[in-house]
C-alpha cells in the first residue's frame, strides 16, 4: 500500500486557526494588561485621594479635641462658686495667681499662654501670659486685636453655662480662644451678685512644635502652616475659620500609598504578564475560567453561610446585635456578674424626634440616621461592651464589670453628646436627641428582660423630664411609669369617646372695652381623677403621639364654634389654636390646615396659630416653609410665650408672623419691678417696628392694664377681663362686651 499523504489544505486550515487563535489570545491578554494598569493607577489615585480625606478628618478632629479641652477647662474654672467669689466682682490675685488657682499653672499644667478676666465694665482687669502676671492692658497689646463680641457672647449664653470659642491668629501662628462667663455653679452657698457677669479667657496658641506634636498624636506627618504660596495652594489642606474673617490654613504631608503600590506592583504586573503568556498559550481561558467559576462558588458559600449566621444574630441594617442575640449576652453577662461579685449597667436608649424624620423626609432617610447612631455608639463603649438594637430607634447598652456610677454617667453624657451632634445626610441638616435609661446590677443574679424593663422605666422618665437627658432607675419609677401608662390609656379612651371640653379666654383691645379674639384652650374632666391640667397629659400625649388627634380635634370644634358665632352675627375677629411642633413639622399639616377652613366655611385670617419659640430650635428651615404657607393662605401666625425661649431677633426678621404673646411671668411684675417694665416696653417697641402686634399674656390688675395700654400694646389677655369659660358663657361674654344692647 502507498503512504498515507497529509492533505495540505487541511494542514493550512489548521496552522491558520492556531495562528488565528494566537492573535486572538495575545490581543486579549494585552487588553486585559492594559485594563488592569489602568485599574491599578485609578486604585493607586484613589488610595491617595482617600489617604488624604482621611487626614483631613483626623486635621479635623485634632483641632476639634484641642478646642473641647478648651473650653473644658474654662468651664470648670468660670462655673465654679469659689472662682465667681474671687474673680466675678473684684479679682483676688492672692487667690487667683499666687495659690495657682488661675494662675502660672494654666501655663505649666495646661500649656495655656493666655489667662484674662473682663469685668462687667469690658475692662481687662487680670492678665497672665506665658505663666506671669501682666498689668490689666495687657491683652490688648498681646492679641492684638478686639475679642468684644466673644465676650458678649459668653455672657448672653451665662444662664445655661456655655462656653463659645473660637480661632485668632497670635503672632503669625493660629490659637484657640474660649471665652465663659463666671457663675455660682449651681453652689447654693454662693449669693448671685446682680449685673453683668465678668467673662474668663483661655488662649491655647499653637506654635509650630505644637502643630507637630498635634499631628502625630493622629498619626498626621508634619503638621504645619504654609511655608510658601505654593505649599498653600496645594492639597490637603484645612481652613481654620478665624475670628477675624480670615481663614487660616494648614498644610500636612500626607501619605501616598499609591504611589507605593505602583513602584512596587507594575514591575512585578509586567513580569507575571509575561511568564504568564509564555506556560499558558493555548489552555489560559480554560484555566481562568475554571479556577474562577471554583472561586465564586467557594466565596459565595462562605457568604451565604456569614449571612445566614449574621440574619439569625444581627439587625439587618445596622449590623448590630439584634434581640435574639442581645437576651443571650445580657443572660450570659448577669450570670458571671452573680459568678465574679461584679456589678452590670445596662442602658436602654431611645430617639428623641426621630418620628418625624420618617414622616417627613423618608423612611430611606430615617435608616441612614440608625446607621449613624449605631457607629457612634459603637465608637464610644468598650471592646467588650455590648451595643444592641432593639427595634426601631431603641437600643440597648450593656457594660459588664463597672461599679462605679459616676463611669457609667460620664459614658452616658458622652452618648448624649455624640448622638445629639448633627447628621448631614444626602444634602440634609439633622438633629435628634435621645432618652437614657440606666439600671446597674448589684450583683445578684438578675432576670434579662426585668433589668430591661427597668432601664424602660427610667428612660420614660428621662422624657417626662424633657428629653436629651439620662436618668437612672429607682423603685418609685415602677409606680410612675404605672401611673403614667393608666394616663395614657385613659387620654386614649378619652380621644376616641371625645370626651373633652374646649374653653375659651377672651383677648381684649388695649383699652380693654372690646373683644378682639379668644384663646382656645383644651380641658379634660376624667370620671374618676376629675379635671385633669393640660400640663399633666399634654406632655404624655406629645411624647405618645397623641398630641395629633388631640390638636385635629380642637382645630375642628373651634372652627365649628367660630362659624357657629358667625352665623349668630356675633363678630370674633378671630380664634388661637396652640399647635405643638410635631403637628407643625408633618408633611400634611398645611392641607389640613385649609381642609379645616373649607370644612367650616372660614376666612383663613379667622384662624390664628400659636406656636412656641422651641418649635424653630429643631428642623428650622422646614418649618419656615411650612409657617410661610400659611401666612400665604392667609392664616394669622404667632409667637407664644414670647421671651421665656431663645428669642433669637434674627429669627423674627424671617419668620412670617403676625403677632408676639409677651409671656405672662413679664406682665406679673411690670407695676412694680422696672426691669420687667422695661422689658415689655422694649419688646412691644421692637414688635412695632417689625410691623407686628403684640399681646400682653396674664393680665391681673388695673395697674398693669395702664402701663401696658401706655405702652401701646396692642391687646390684652387675663383674669382681669375674664377666666378661660366654656363656650355657651364665652357667647354670652362676647355678646355682652361687644354688643351690649343685645343679650346672649
Given at each position: 500500500m502507498p503512504p498515507t499523504s497529509v492533505?495540505?489544505?487541511?494542514?493550512?486550515?489548521?496552522?491558520?486557526?492556531?495562528?488565528?487563535?494566537?492573535l486572538c489570545m495575545s490581543g486579549l491578554l494585552f487588553g486585559l494588561f492594559f485594563v488592569g494598569g489602568l485599574a491599578l493607577i485609578l486604585v493607586a489615585l484613589q488610595l491617595n485621594s482617600t489617604s488624604r480625606e482621611q487626614t483631613t478628618f483626623y486635621v479635623n478632629k485634632a483641632i476639634e479635641s484641642r478646642t473641647l479641652a478648651l473650653e473644658s477647662t474654662a468651664s470648670d474654672y468660670a462655673f465654679w462658686g469659689d472662682?465667681?467669689?474671687?474673680?466675678?466682682?473684684?479679682?483676688?490675685?492672692?487667690?487667683?495667681?499666687?495659690?495657682?488657682?488661675?494662675?502660672?499653672?494654666?501655663?505649666?499644667s495646661f500649656d495655656y499662654e493666655g489667662v484674662f478676666v473682663i469685668n462687667a465694665d469690658d475692662s481687662n482687669i487680670y492678665s497672665v501670659i506665658d505663666g506671669e502676671l501682666s498689668n490689666s492692658d495687657a491683652m490688648s497689646n498681646w492679641l492684638g486685636q478686639s475679642v468684644d463680641s466673644l465676650v458678649q457672647q459668653a455672657r448672653a449664653l451665662a444662664a445655661d453655662e456655655e462656653v463659645v470659642s473660637a480661632v485668632i491668629e497670635l503672632d503669625g501662628h493660629p490659637a484657640l480662644i474660649a471665652a465663659a462667663a463666671f457663675t455660682t455653679g449651681g453652689d447654693p452657698y454662693v449669693e448671685e451678685l446682680p449685673g453683668p457677669a465678668s467673662v474668663l479667657l483661655l488662649v491655647d496658641r499653637l506654635d509650630r512644635d505644637e502643630l507637630v506634636a498635634m499631628g502625630d498624636s493622629y498619626g498626621i506627618s508634619n503638621l504645619r502652616l504654609p511655608t510658601s504660596p505654593a505649599d498653600a495652594s496645594s492639597a490637603p489642606s484645612f481652613a481654620l475659620d478665624n475670628y477675624s474673617g480670615t481663614p487660616i490654613a494648614l498644610r500636612w504631608d500626607p501619605p501616598q500609598p499609591g504611589r507605593t503600590?505602583?513602584?512596587?506592583?507594575?514591575?512585578?504586573?509586567?513580569?507575571?504578564?509575561?511568564?504568564?503568556?509564555?506556560?499558558?498559550?493555548?489552555n489560559l481561558r480554560a484555566t481562568l475560567a475554571a479556577a474562577r467559576k471554583a472561586d465564586r462558588s467557594h466565596n459565595e458559600s462562605k457568604r451565604l453561610q456569614a449571612e445566614l449566621v449574621l440574619r439569625a444574630n444581627h439587625d439587618s441594617l445596622t449590623g448590630l446585635p439584634n434581640r435574639s442575640l442581645l437576651e443571650e449576652r445580657l443572660k450570659q453577662a448577669c450570670i458571671e456578674a452573680q459568678q465574679d461579685g461584679i456589678h452590670l449597667s445596662v442602658m436602654l436608649i431611645d430617639l428623641d424626634g426621630f418620628?418625624?424624620?420618617?414622616?417627613?423626609?423618608?423612611?430611606?432617610?430615617?435608616?441612614?440616621?440608625?446607621?449613624?447612631?449605631?457607629?457612634?455608639?459603637?465608637a464610644i463603649v468598650r471592646p467588650g461592651d455590648t451595643v444592641a438594637r432593639m427595634g426601631g430607634d431603641e437600643f440597648i447598652v450593656i457594660l459588664p464589670g463597672v461599679s462605679d456610677q459616676h463611669a457609667v454617667s460620664a459614658i452616658a453624657e458622652r452618648l448624649l453628646k455624640d448622638i445629639a451632634d448633627p447628621y448631614q445626610i444626602d444634602t440634609i441638616n439633622l438633629r435628634v436627641t435621645a432618652s437614657l435609661g440606666i439600671v446597674m446590677s448589684n450583683g445578684h443574679l438578675e432576670q434579662p428582660l426585668q433589668l430591661i424593663q427597668q432601664a424602660d422605666s427610667a428612660m420614660y422618665q428621662a422624657k417626662q423630664e424633657g428629653r436629651n437627658n439620662a436618668f437612672w432607675f429607682t423603685e418609685g419609677l415602677l409606680q410612675q411609669a404605672s401611673?403614667?401608662?393608666?394616663?395614657?390609656?385613659?387620654?386614649?379612651k378619652a380621644i376616641e369617646d371625645q370626651s373633652f371640653e374646649l374653653h375659651y379666654q377672651p383677648q381684649m383691645g388695649s383699652a380693654g372695652r372690646q373683644v378682639v379674639g379668644a384663646e382656645a384652650l383644651l380641658r379634660w374632666t376624667h370620671p374618676i381623677r376629675g379635671s385633669i391640667s393640660p400640663a399633666s397629659f399634654i406632655p404624655v400625649a406629645e411624647t405618645t403621639g397623641q398630641i395629633i388627634p388631640l390638636t385635629l380635634w380642637v382645630l375642628d370644634t373651634a372652627c365649628r364654634h367660630l362659624r357657629q358665632l358667625n352665623d349668630e352675627g356675633i363678630t370674633l375677629p378671630c380664634v388661637a389654636v396652640n399647635i405643638s411642633s410635631t403637628h407643625l413639622l408633618r408633611a400634611n399639616f398645611?392641607?389640613?390646615?385649609?381642609?379645616?377652613?373649607?370644612?367650616?366655611?372660614?376666612?383663613?385670617?379667622?384662624?390664628?396659630l400659636e406656636i412656641t419659640e422651641s418649635v424653630l430650635l429643631n428642623q428650622a428651615d422646614r418649618a419656615l416653609v411650612t409657617l410661610q404657607q400659611l401666612k400665604e393662605m392667609g392664616v394669622k401666625l404667632a409667637i407664644d410665650d414670647f421671651g421665656v425661649g431663645f428669642s433669637s431677633m434674627n429669627y423674627l426678621k424671617v419668620l412670617p408672623i403676625d403677632k408676639i404673646k409677651i409671656d405672662r411671668s413679664f406682665i406679673r411684675g411690670i407695676d412694680h419691678n422696672q426691669q420687667d417694665a422695661a422689658i415689655c416696653q422694649g419688646?412691644?417697641?421692637?414688635?412695632?417696628?417689625?410691623?407686628?402686634?403684640?399681646?400682653?399674656?396674664?393680665?391681673e390688675t388695673v395697674g398693669q392694664r395702664d402701663?401696658?395700654?401706655?405702652?401701646l400694646c396692642d391687646d390684652l389677655q387675663g383674669y382681669l377681663f375674664a377666666k378661660p369659660m366654656n363656650f355657651t358663657d364665652f357667647r354670652s361674654f362676647v355678646t355682652r362686651i361687644n354688643d351690649p344692647t343685645q343679650t346672649a
Open positions: 492533505d495540505p489544505g487541511s494542514l493550512t486550515t489548521h496552522q491558520n486557526y492556531i495562528r488565528q487563535s494566537l472662682a465667681y467669689n474671687n474673680m466675678h466682682a473684684a479679682v483676688n490675685v492672692d487667690w487667683a495667681f499666687n495659690r495657682n488657682n488661675l494662675g502660672g499653672s494654666m501655663y505649666e503600590m505602583l513602584i512596587w506592583l507594575l514591575p512585578i504586573l509586567i513580569f507575571g504578564f509575561l511568564v504568564f503568556v509564555y506556560i499558558t498559550r493555548f418620628k418625624p424624620i420618617n414622616d417627613n423626609f423618608s423612611h430611606h432617610l430615617g435608616d441612614q440616621v440608625l446607621v449613624e447612631v449605631a457607629r457612634r455608639m459603637l401611673e403614667t401608662t393608666s394616663l395614657r390609656n385613659d387620654l386614649q398645611v392641607a389640613t390646615i385649609r381642609a379645616m377652613l373649607e370644612k367650616h366655611g372660614l376666612q383663613a385670617g379667622q384662624l390664628e419688646i412691644i417697641s421692637m414688635a412695632h417696628h417689625l410691623n407686628l402686634r403684640v399681646t400682653a399674656e396674664g393680665v402701663l401696658l395700654t401706655e405702652s
